[in-house]
């Protein structure tokens, strides 16, 4: 399994699709944030979409069969 960080759109997107919650990185003005809900996610992605994440897991196949 490999670790991918989702930003922005994408991040809420794929969080909507998976029941996720979302973080924030921090901003000169906030913390960094985590639990963060899809319509919170949209309204700080509003003014700064580079500040919302998402962390998930995917399997990358080798190509090998049986994988």
Do not use: F
């Amino acid at each position: 399994m490999s670790t991918v960080i989702l930003k922005g759109d994408e991040a809420i997107h794929y969080a909507a699709m998976h029941n996720m919650t979302l973080n924030k990185y921090a901003s000169e003005s906030e913390h960094a944030r985590e639990g963060l809900s899809i319509e919170e996610a949209n309204e700080i992605a509003d003014e700064n979409p580079g500040l919302i994440w998402v962390e998930t897991h995917i399997k990358i196949n080798s190509g090998e069969p049986g994988e």
